[in-house]
């Protein structure tokens, strides 16, 4: 594991916003440094999040973003496993089946409104 990577990564995905509330990712405790794991040598990534209450209904939005973030950033050999934390969702199995299901994803990224409200998410915070 490169632990520079590491970092540069992580400092990409903390500027994620969340779509329903004025805050990162990272100032929400959404997703934090310890829960991105990267396996440079065999092109992995791993990034385990924490919605902020158990029935989050943003939770696939959420997963969907980091998702896009890490296709934007990573180059394309990278496999990219995005998953909420254990326990921390009611239906974790489902949001984990979507997410990381790429006829899910392509599908996802296919409605304008889902790809607007990603991009939103996913826009610079000039402040």
Not at 22 to 37: G, M, W
Not at 49 to 64: D, K, N, R
Not at 108 to 114: Q, Y
């Amino acid at each position: 594991m490169s632990f520079f990577f590491l970092n540069d990564f992580s400092h990409h995905l903390r500027d994620i916003k969340d779509p329903e509330h004025p805050y990162s990712l990272e100032e929400l405790k959404v997703i934090t440094e310890d829960a991105v794991e990267v396996d440079d040598h065999r092109s992995y990534v791993r990034v385990t999040f924490t919605p902020t209450v158990e029935h989050c209904s943003m939770a696939t939005i959420i997963g969907l973003c980091l998702r896009v973030k890490l296709m934007r950033s990573l180059p394309s050999r990278y496999k990219v496993d995005i998953r909420v934390a254990p326990g921390s969702h009611a239906t974790e199995a489902a949001v984990n089946k979507q997410l990381n299901d790429k006829e899910r994803v392509a599908a996802a990224l296919e409605n304008p409104n889902l790809l607007d409200m990603v991009d939103e998410c996913l826009a610079p915070s000039y402040n």
